[in-house]
């Protein structure tokens, strides 16, 4: 069953504390996304990955981190220099092809992270 | 202004009608076009898309395109109340960044 996995689905932070959102995938997909989405706000880039041990930085990249160590993972660290962490976070990715203007992504399920 | 604009709504509509959802942009290099359903605290769920111009329909859902007037549509026809949720356009272009972008969504609710 082909999809993008993330987890966990909940998680909490406390005060100074970094924690890491696991996303996988088992479409073959060569680029992976991260978004954050907060009501009413629509859903802001993070993080993005075409190739394994590549990254670039999205609107929002301060107060986070990823990796790419392996074409089917791209984990998000979110630092304690992420000051309003709360939101709800989502992972995403797509084939890419020659020229670029067919971009379709898929999405995970989403991870809720809150701040004690 | 941004590159792609959408009505948040909420769109509030009875069961079995016909809903009309909306995206204008100004970029006109995009050339695909993307809808998505997203249920509350769910992530969200490709529903079609299209390329350049013209109609594609997919069982209740027409997807439509008129790259003149920079808009396109999202109809639903027979409208459910399972069709409740919040409905994302995105759009792609060649050359530069590959990144879709996305409006904000329009919150629909299909009521019995």
């Known amino acids: 069953d082909g999809g993008i996995t993330q987890s966990p689905k909940y998680l909490f932070r406390k005060e100074g504390q970094n924690v890491t959102l696991s996303c996988e995938q088992n479409?073959?997909?060569?680029?992976m996304y991260w978004y954050r989405q907060d009501p009413g706000q629509g859903l802001r880039l993070i993080y993005y990955s075409q190739i394994v041990n590549d990254f670039q930085k999205g609107d929002i990249a301060e107060g986070y981190s990823v990796s790419r160590e392996k074409k089917e993972s791209f984990p998000l660290t979110v630092t304690s220099a992420q000051k309003n962490p709360t939101a709800f976070y989502l992972c995403?990715?797509?084939?890419?092809?020659?020229?670029?203007?067919?971009?379709?992504?898929?999405f995970g399920a989403g991870t809720r992270l809150s701040v004690l | 202004q941004k590159e792609v604009e959408q009505d948040p709504g909420p769109l509030s509509v009875p069961e079995g009608a016909i809903v009309s959802l909306n995206c204008t942009y100004s970029n006109s290099a995009f050339q695909y076009f993307m809808w998505y359903r997203q249920y509350s605290r769910k992530g969200p769920e490709l529903l079609m898309y299209t390329y350049s111009s013209g109609n594609k329909e997919d069982g209740r859902f027409t997807a439509q395109v008129d790259k003149s007037s920079k808009y396109i549509s999202l109809f639903i026809r027979d409208s459910q109340p399972s069709d409740s949720a919040t409905y994302l356009c995105a759009m792609s272009a060649a050359g530069g960044s590959y990144i879709p972008t996305f409006g904000r969504g329009t919150s629909l609710i299909v009521h019995p």
């Open positions: 995403a990715s797509s084939i890419l092809t020659a020229g670029g203007a067919k971009n379709i992504q898929y």
């Open positions: 479409l073959n997909h060569d680029a």
